[in-house]
């Protein structure tokens, strides 16, 4: 019979009890559950709840189930439902009625509900450390590519001038954030819902201070109600996860077209990359291709959660039970696309030939002409139609700005000098750059040297 049997006059069907459980995937939670399940005992026991030598023959007999479990000895049954049935279920074969006294002062509502929040502190803390190598493997790549010229885009068409230190810290900032985000949304997490009981609390005398102390919860939740029927802090962490899979999607797209033909800008290591069935010559980007389309499923988990949690009515309903697969998936994705995306990044091959090539087509110093004439007291607005025309007749020749006479210069703006041709290279374009934050090769040995601090001081604090 189960565990809840009591009220029932017959079992429940094999077809519902098989749709009803939730073993196939909650069992990823025995580790917290067990943490859960040997915290509230010892607390029953020292608030006197159950006698002191039960909780004791509680607690060692589930240390022991622990043990079982990670040795493979145990197999979890579907007539159980779930991972904390199955954990009570044992317990009670293994010592007996003081196994039923396991269950007094809490429901599994709070008892999942605390599950769930343990396996997400978890969950952040590696994914947190993931995104901090990351971004340290991006500011060794930069700091080894401080002279690296190339284009910077907008609208995928050449903009102007940027080292590629400078497009590679700009992945940085991105996921500097992200790892904000996942810290954010711990300190949410990090609030201990067990002792809330079904939803209105429960009448024993209950330590729930000390149940926070016993699993590392540095709060207690307010409301019991609240601690059983809201998933924000998962629906947040997917949000997390959403976010971080964007920018690594972006990246990896990046990655895609600079290693293509046509760029030529980098090349993915062979252990990073697949090959065709029917082509021999191919070598295909298909773990950048990958992560690019696993974005796409986290960003379904999200909206799964949110849309089974659109509609609940206080407190607890059964739909919850469906909040788990869509944050083990989401947290499995982002851990395996952020190491995958890690090795690859640390193996590939920078051409800074291609590169530098590209970096002096495309008029990307047509801006810096326009400030030239700026500089030499003329309106904005009228040196970038200047410059402008100056782009129409290079490209009806086929020629670069740089390459035009001083004659035919002048015939645009006599404001023009001898001056200008050293104020339109490509380096010069990027080293006149003065604002802070710029690509400036100043400006971006700056950033640099702010991340590494950054990073230090990640190491100190872990």
């Given amino acids: 019979m189960k565990l809840w049997g009591g009220r029932f006059s017959k079992e429940e069907s094999s077809s519902a009890n098989e749709f009803n459980a939730s073993i196939a995937f909650d069992q990823k939670l025995y580790r917290q559950d067990i943490a859960g399940s040997i915290a509230h005992a010892k ?42 049935m199955n954990i009570e279920s044992i317990l009670t074969e293994r010592i007996g009625a ?5 269950h007094t002062a809490r429901s599994r509502n709070d008892q999942v509900a605390v599950d769930f929040r343990l396996y997400l502190m978890d969950e952040i803390r590696v994914i947190t450390g993931l995104l901090k190598k990351l971004t340290a493997s991006l500011v060794a790549t930069a700091e080894a590519n401080q002279d690296t010229v190339m284009p910077g885009y907008t609208h995928l068409q050449r903009a102007q001038p ?4 400078y497009h590679l810290m700009a992945y940085f900032q991105m996921f500097r954030r992200d790892i904000g985000r ?14 809330s009981g079904a939803l209105a609390g429960t009448t024993y005398n209950t330590d729930r201070q000390l149940l926070a102390d016993e699993l590392g919860f540095t709060s207690v939740s307010e409301n019991a109600m609240d601690s059983v029927s809201d998933r924000d802090f998962a629906v947040e962490f ?55 389309g696993k974005t796409g499923s986290v960003y379904g988990n999200l909206m799964a959660l949110l849309s089974i949690m659109k509609g609940l009515p206080l407190a607890y309903n059964k739909d919850m039970q469906e909040d788990k697969p869509p944050v083990f998936d989401a947290g499995e994705t982002l851990r395996s696309s952020l190491a995958i995306f890690t090795d690859m990044l640390d193996t590939m091959h920078v051409r800074k030939d291609r590169m530098a090539e590209a970096a002096r087509k495309g008029f990307m110093n047509a801006t810096d002409a326009a400030d030239y004439l700026v500089s030499k007291g003329l309106p904005f607005r009228d040196c970038h139609e200047i410059i402008g025309k100056m782009v129409l007749y290079c490209i009806q020749r086929d020629m670069a700005l740089e390459d035009l006479s001083m004659d035919e210069l002048k015939a645009f703006s006599d404001k023009f000098d001898d001056d200008i041709y050293d104020k339109i290279s490509v380096r010069a374009c990027i080293a006149a750059k003065r604002s802070y934050g710029s690509t400036s090769f100043d400006s971006v040995a700056v950033m640099i040297g702010n991340a590494k601090k950054l990073l230090h001081a990640d190491q100190a604090r872990d």
């Fill in 182 to 195: 996942f810290e954010d949304c711990y300190k949410r997490t990090d609030c201990l819902p067990l002792g």
């Fill in 43 to 84: 607390m029953l026991g020292l608030q006197g709840i159950i006698p002191q030598q039960e909780a004791s023959l509680i607690i060692e007999a589930l240390y022991g189930i622990l043990a079982d479990i990670e040795a493979g000895k145990i197999e979890f049954t579907i007539e159980n439902e779930d991972i904390h």
């Fill in 162 to 165: 940027v080292t590629f230190a």
């Fill in 98 to 102: 003081a196994g039923k006294r396991l």
């Fill in 238 to 292: 997917l949000s997390a996860c959403s976010i971080s899979m964007m920018h690594l999607s972006r990246f990896c797209e990046e990655l895609i077209i600079w290693s293509s033909s046509e760029f030529g800008f980098i090349e993915i290591d062979d252990a990073y990359s697949t090959g065709s069935s029917i082509m021999p010559q191919k070598k295909n980007p298909d773990m950048a291709e990958l992560i690019r």
